[in-house]
């Protein structure tokens, strides 16, 4: 129990650290979800999958915070199905922000970095994954016996 929490918060930790390559500058994907919020109230939501990876932060900035926010709050619930949902909704949140942060990199170079830098992110997904679908299975043999 204890090591899932302290996965699912190096999962937040070591996505949120992904460098992003933008314009002149360089940053992590934390700054874009906290920047997102702001600039799409301001601006409203304009995406378009096949944009410029610069075009595609703010979405992704969005994205990875709402999933942020479900895998937050999977750490505090107490209802254990509850938990593993949000659990899963999360992660699979996550790589929808992964997937359109790092897709068409021999279009865009500048996705080549959060490419390379995403995989312990996405390795400790599947461990989270592993772990609660596993939990899972265990609670469900519990109720059968």
């Known amino acids: 129990m204890k090591e899932l929490k302290q996965l699912k918060l190096l999962l937040i930790i070591s996505h949120s650290l992904i460098p992003i390559a933008a314009g002149?500058?360089?940053?992590?994907?934390?700054l874009f979800e906290i920047i997102s919020p702001i600039r799409i109230f301001q601006d409203g939501i304009l995406f378009d999958f096949n944009a410029?990876?610069?075009?595609?932060?703010m979405f992704v900035g969005l994205v990875?915070?709402?999933?942020?926010?479900?895998?937050i709050s999977s750490l505090i619930l107490k209802n254990s199905k509850l938990k593993n949902l949000f659990t899963i909704t999360g992660v699979l949140i996550l790589w929808l922000a992964t997937f359109i942060l790092t897709k068409n990199p021999d279009k865009d170079s500048l996705s080549?970095?959060?490419?390379?830098?995403?995989?312990?992110?996405l390795i400790l997904s599947v461990i989270v994954?592993?772990?609660?679908?596993?939990?899972?299975?265990?609670l469900k043999k519990k109720i059968i016996a």
């Open 52 to 57: 410029d990876f610069q075009d595609r932060l």
């Open 64 to 71: 990875s915070l709402l999933s942020k926010i479900i895998l």
């Open 24 to 30: 002149h500058g360089f940053g992590i994907l934390l």
């Open 112 to 121: 080549n970095l959060p490419m390379m830098t995403s995989s312990i992110s």
């Open 129 to 138: 994954l592993f772990k609660v679908m596993n939990k899972e299975l265990k």
